[in-house]
């Protein structure tokens, strides 16, 4: 309400100040130049929604002087255009570009901003993958070799100082797959999908055995190929459930089971519980590879099986890790429809 007082007043003075131009003196003419600089000032610095309302209103005693002498009631009018709507026109059009000028910054301040939040979102998203891929693939090699020098320390027929080294390989497998998983759990924020080598399960299962694991794998006979993400899911839960097997149920036969329907794949890796193993040195490395503080195979330190469980959810599918009976077993469904 103030705003239009005060841009009431200006018009109003410069309206009477317009009346009986035909001998002006020096003061008023002074009026009018100070009434144009405070228009002008008035429309860059004080926002007025309806200054066009007040400026007709301001007019209208101008306009009625016009039916009583024509010439001195336009000269009012024109006076208060001249000097007081054209100045606050200009400096209302000042105050608007400026504020475009600042909206503008604000607007360009926000997309660079945003752009960062997405470069360091797709970062992330990198750093997470290449922390999964770490830790599926690295782990598993590395679960691998302790299982090897496993085996070579219970040979009957290794010398002493053999048998020695091939227990320090085995515990320098092991601690540098617990640092694996520790350096994992730094850089993982989350979890995302990433690309393996291509090979199929039965591969993968050749390479478990040739390391000494002993494994039954069991197949499809007539499976339709399967969509590449799902592939690649069943691919890790195989991958990531021997290496939890060779790392903490050393020795334990383990058995992997793809089932395929028109509508389900579903794999299944279970293999005894750590006090059911039957031990059998020529295939396994005995009990000294698991962690002390561990109870059985499915005793994993949760990225992995967290990982899995992503990579299952990504895939339109589900996984469940747990003791069924005397068993430790780990089940993923996954329709066959790509997700």
Known sequence: MRNYAGLA?????????GF????LPAWRQAVFAGLAVAAYLYGRRVPVARGWLVQAVVAVPGLGYCAVDFSIGLGAILSQTVFVVLP????????QQAALVVAGRDRVARLEQEQALIAERVALRERAAIAADMHDSLGHDLALIALQA??????TDLPEPDRAAAQRLRASAVAATDRLRGTVAV???GTAPSVPRDEPVAV??????DAGMAVDLHLPNDGEPLPP?????IYRVVQESLTNAARHSPGAPVTVTLEQTSAQATVTIANPLRDNITRHPSRGCGGSLARPDRKDAGDDDGSGLDGLRARARLAGGTMTAGVEGAMFVVRARFPTAAP
């Open 204 to 209: 993968l299962v050749e390479r478990a055995i």
């Open 9 to 17: 007043l200006l018009a109003g003075v410069c309206a009477l100040n």
């Open 229 to 233: 993400l799902l592939d690649r899911a």
């Open 88 to 95: 606050w026109l200009a400096g209302r059009f000042r105050r």
């Open 20 to 23: 009986f131009l035909d001998a």
């Open 187 to 189: 850089l993982r924020d």
């Open 150 to 155: 496993g085996a070579l320390e219970l040979s």
